[in-house]
Protein backbone atom coordinates (compact mmCIF):
# COMPACT_ATOMS: atom_id res chain seq x y z
CA UNK A 1 0.00 0.00 0.00
CA UNK A 2 1.04 3.87 -0.56
CA UNK A 3 0.61 6.33 1.85
CA UNK A 4 -1.82 8.72 1.59
CA UNK A 5 -0.72 12.25 0.78
CA UNK A 6 -1.88 14.74 3.10
CA UNK A 7 0.18 18.33 2.38
CA UNK A 8 2.86 18.54 4.98
CA UNK A 9 2.08 21.61 6.90
CA UNK A 10 -0.72 23.69 7.21
CA UNK A 11 -1.95 27.25 9.23
CA UNK A 12 -4.14 29.49 11.13
CA UNK A 13 -4.36 32.00 13.60
CA UNK A 14 -6.23 31.68 16.00
CA UNK A 15 -9.87 32.01 15.45
CA UNK A 16 -9.86 31.13 11.92
CA UNK A 17 -10.72 27.76 10.29
CA UNK A 18 -7.49 25.66 8.36
CA UNK A 19 -8.67 22.48 6.39
CA UNK A 20 -6.53 19.59 5.88
CA UNK A 21 -7.00 17.07 2.42
CA UNK A 22 -6.11 13.54 2.27
CA UNK A 23 -5.58 12.04 -1.02
CA UNK A 24 -5.80 8.23 -1.59
CA UNK A 25 -7.30 5.98 -4.51
CA UNK A 26 -10.56 4.18 -5.26
CA UNK A 27 -8.61 1.18 -3.27
CA UNK A 28 -8.61 3.46 0.13
CA UNK A 29 -10.43 6.76 0.38
CA UNK A 30 -12.88 6.69 -2.70
CA UNK A 31 -13.69 2.85 -1.88
CA UNK A 32 -14.91 3.17 1.58
CA UNK A 33 -16.22 5.53 3.68
CA UNK A 34 -13.75 4.25 6.98
CA UNK A 35 -11.89 7.42 6.43
CA UNK A 36 -10.61 8.61 10.23
CA UNK A 37 -8.46 11.36 11.57
CA UNK A 38 -5.69 11.58 14.66
CA UNK A 39 -4.24 14.25 16.51
CA UNK A 40 -0.49 13.85 17.81
CA UNK A 41 1.17 16.18 20.08
CA UNK A 42 5.00 16.03 20.61
CA UNK A 43 5.62 12.81 22.21
CA UNK A 44 2.37 11.75 23.03
CA UNK A 45 0.10 9.14 21.22
CA UNK A 46 -2.05 9.39 18.48
CA UNK A 47 -5.83 10.87 19.76
CA UNK A 48 -9.20 9.46 17.76
CA UNK A 49 -10.50 12.88 16.44
CA UNK A 50 -13.16 11.92 13.24
CA UNK A 51 -14.19 8.51 12.00
CA UNK A 52 -16.24 7.21 8.98
CA UNK A 53 -15.55 10.41 7.55
CA UNK A 54 -17.30 13.03 9.39
CA UNK A 55 -18.21 11.51 12.88
CA UNK A 56 -16.87 13.06 15.78
CA UNK A 57 -16.17 10.34 19.44
CA UNK A 58 -17.75 11.59 22.29
CA UNK A 59 -15.64 14.47 24.15
CA UNK A 60 -13.89 15.83 20.53
CA UNK A 61 -15.43 19.62 20.15
CA UNK A 62 -17.59 20.09 17.46
CA UNK A 63 -14.95 22.44 16.01
CA UNK A 64 -13.76 19.43 14.27
CA UNK A 65 -15.19 18.30 10.94
CA UNK A 66 -14.36 16.15 8.49
CA UNK A 67 -15.78 15.51 4.79
CA UNK A 68 -14.94 13.71 1.91
CA UNK A 69 -15.51 13.29 -2.32
CA UNK A 70 -13.94 11.14 -4.26
CA UNK A 71 -10.33 10.18 -3.64
CA UNK A 72 -9.93 12.82 -1.24
CA UNK A 73 -11.10 13.26 2.86
CA UNK A 74 -10.57 16.45 4.35
CA UNK A 75 -10.28 17.75 7.63
CA UNK A 76 -11.89 21.37 9.10
CA UNK A 77 -10.88 22.74 12.00
CA UNK A 78 -12.83 25.78 13.25
CA UNK A 79 -12.15 28.24 15.79
CA UNK A 80 -8.26 27.34 15.51
CA UNK A 81 -7.33 27.45 19.48
CA UNK A 82 -3.49 27.57 20.65
CA UNK A 83 -4.05 23.90 21.86
CA UNK A 84 -4.97 22.65 18.07
CA UNK A 85 -1.17 22.97 17.32
CA UNK A 86 -0.36 19.25 16.24
CA UNK A 87 0.27 16.83 13.87
CA UNK A 88 -2.67 15.28 12.07
CA UNK A 89 -3.26 12.16 10.58
CA UNK A 90 -5.42 10.77 8.43
CA UNK A 91 -6.42 7.13 7.99
CA UNK A 92 -8.04 5.00 5.82
CA UNK A 93 -9.82 0.98 5.30
CA UNK A 94 -7.81 -0.23 2.21
CA UNK A 95 -9.44 -3.49 1.52
CA UNK A 96 -8.74 -7.41 3.46
CA UNK A 97 -8.28 -6.11 6.53
CA UNK A 98 -5.61 -3.79 5.86
CA UNK A 99 -5.17 0.02 6.64
CA UNK A 100 -3.20 3.27 5.43
CA UNK A 101 -2.24 5.88 6.78
CA UNK A 102 -1.53 9.63 5.31
CA UNK A 103 2.10 11.40 5.69
CA UNK A 104 0.52 13.37 8.60
CA UNK A 105 0.51 17.59 8.40
CA UNK A 106 1.84 20.05 10.86
CA UNK A 107 -0.83 22.22 11.87
CA UNK A 108 0.69 25.28 13.31
CA UNK A 109 -1.18 28.36 14.89
CA UNK A 110 0.44 31.29 14.61
CA UNK B 1 -11.41 3.51 30.93
CA UNK B 2 -9.92 1.79 28.39
CA UNK B 3 -5.74 1.39 29.17
CA UNK B 4 -3.35 -0.78 26.53
CA UNK B 5 0.18 -0.26 27.96
CA UNK B 6 3.36 -1.88 25.53
CA UNK B 7 6.28 -3.12 27.24
CA UNK B 8 9.26 -5.45 25.60
CA UNK B 9 11.18 -2.22 23.26
CA UNK B 10 14.71 -1.96 23.54
CA UNK B 11 18.06 -2.00 21.53
CA UNK B 12 18.79 -5.02 19.60
CA UNK B 13 21.61 -5.71 16.38
CA UNK B 14 20.17 -5.79 13.24
CA UNK B 15 18.83 -9.62 12.32
CA UNK B 16 17.81 -9.71 16.25
CA UNK B 17 14.54 -10.35 17.70
CA UNK B 18 12.04 -9.06 20.13
CA UNK B 19 8.77 -9.48 21.17
CA UNK B 20 6.47 -6.57 22.03
CA UNK B 21 3.75 -6.90 24.40
CA UNK B 22 0.18 -5.00 25.13
CA UNK B 23 -1.56 -5.73 28.34
CA UNK B 24 -4.96 -4.69 27.84
CA UNK B 25 -8.26 -3.38 30.06
CA UNK B 26 -10.89 -1.38 30.84
CA UNK B 27 -13.04 -3.37 28.28
CA UNK B 28 -13.70 -7.01 27.44
CA UNK B 29 -10.00 -7.65 25.38
CA UNK B 30 -11.79 -10.72 23.77
CA UNK B 31 -14.39 -8.57 22.24
CA UNK B 32 -12.32 -6.36 19.98
CA UNK B 33 -9.22 -6.78 17.07
CA UNK B 34 -6.77 -5.08 17.69
CA UNK B 35 -4.07 -3.56 15.42
CA UNK B 36 -0.02 -2.71 15.79
CA UNK B 37 1.02 0.78 14.35
CA UNK B 38 4.57 2.01 14.57
CA UNK B 39 6.35 5.75 13.90
CA UNK B 40 9.83 6.16 13.23
CA UNK B 41 11.45 9.07 14.41
CA UNK B 42 10.73 12.47 13.37
CA UNK B 43 8.15 10.28 10.72
CA UNK B 44 4.38 9.52 10.36
CA UNK B 45 2.14 6.16 11.28
CA UNK B 46 2.55 3.60 9.65
CA UNK B 47 -0.18 0.39 10.27
CA UNK B 48 1.66 -2.73 10.56
CA UNK B 49 -0.77 -5.75 11.51
CA UNK B 50 -4.11 -6.69 12.66
CA UNK B 51 -5.81 -9.37 14.58
CA UNK B 52 -9.08 -10.41 14.56
CA UNK B 53 -11.01 -10.85 18.74
CA UNK B 54 -10.48 -14.94 18.37
CA UNK B 55 -6.97 -14.78 16.39
CA UNK B 56 -7.69 -16.74 13.94
CA UNK B 57 -6.34 -14.51 11.27
CA UNK B 58 -4.01 -11.94 10.64
CA UNK B 59 -2.96 -9.20 8.22
CA UNK B 60 0.23 -7.58 7.78
CA UNK B 61 1.89 -4.45 5.40
CA UNK B 62 4.07 -5.37 3.19
CA UNK B 63 7.35 -4.23 4.28
CA UNK B 64 7.10 -6.67 7.61
CA UNK B 65 4.85 -9.90 6.35
CA UNK B 66 6.42 -12.83 7.05
CA UNK B 67 9.22 -11.16 9.81
CA UNK B 68 6.85 -10.17 12.18
CA UNK B 69 3.84 -12.21 13.87
CA UNK B 70 0.86 -11.25 15.63
CA UNK B 71 -0.61 -12.94 18.30
CA UNK B 72 -3.20 -12.71 21.37
CA UNK B 73 -3.79 -14.29 24.64
CA UNK B 74 -7.10 -13.75 25.37
CA UNK B 75 -7.19 -15.25 28.96
CA UNK B 76 -4.36 -12.36 29.58
CA UNK B 77 -5.98 -9.89 28.25
CA UNK B 78 -2.83 -9.56 26.22
CA UNK B 79 -1.24 -8.39 22.41
CA UNK B 80 1.87 -9.37 20.88
CA UNK B 81 4.19 -8.12 18.48
CA UNK B 82 7.13 -10.77 17.66
CA UNK B 83 9.52 -8.92 15.11
CA UNK B 84 12.39 -11.10 13.79
CA UNK B 85 15.20 -10.37 11.10
CA UNK B 86 14.63 -6.94 12.20
CA UNK B 87 16.27 -4.24 10.35
CA UNK B 88 17.51 -0.72 11.18
CA UNK B 89 14.49 0.73 9.54
CA UNK B 90 11.86 -0.95 11.70
CA UNK B 91 13.68 1.39 14.18
CA UNK B 92 10.56 3.37 15.61
CA UNK B 93 7.91 3.51 18.34
CA UNK B 94 5.04 0.68 18.65
CA UNK B 95 1.95 1.15 19.74
CA UNK B 96 -0.94 -1.37 20.30
CA UNK B 97 -4.34 0.40 19.26
CA UNK B 98 -7.82 -1.12 19.63
CA UNK B 99 -10.04 -1.92 16.10
CA UNK B 100 -13.06 -0.52 15.29
CA UNK B 101 -14.41 -1.04 11.87
CA UNK B 102 -14.24 2.38 11.40
CA UNK B 103 -10.91 3.33 13.00
CA UNK B 104 -8.73 2.86 15.81
CA UNK B 105 -9.77 4.52 19.22
CA UNK B 106 -7.88 3.68 21.75
CA UNK B 107 -3.97 3.23 21.54
CA UNK B 108 -1.35 2.68 24.05
CA UNK B 109 1.72 4.91 25.15
CA UNK B 110 4.28 3.65 23.13
CA UNK B 111 7.09 1.31 23.12
CA UNK B 112 10.92 2.13 21.64
CA UNK B 113 12.28 0.14 19.44
CA UNK B 114 16.31 0.44 18.32
CA UNK B 115 17.95 -1.52 15.88
CA UNK B 116 21.96 -0.81 15.76
Known amino acids: QSALTQPPSASGSPGQSVTISCTGTNSDVGGYNSVSWYQQHPGKAPKFMIFEVNKRPSGVPDRFSGSKSGNTASLTVSALQAEDEADYYCASYAGSFTWVFGGGTRLTVL | QVQLVESGGGVVQPGGSLRLSCVASGFTFSEISMQWVRQAPGKGLEWLAH????????YYVGSVEGRFIVSRDNSKNTLYLQMNSLRIEDTAVYYC??????????WGQGTLVTVS
Open chain 2, 51 to 58: IRLDGSNQ
Open chain 2, 97 to 106: ATDADWGFPD
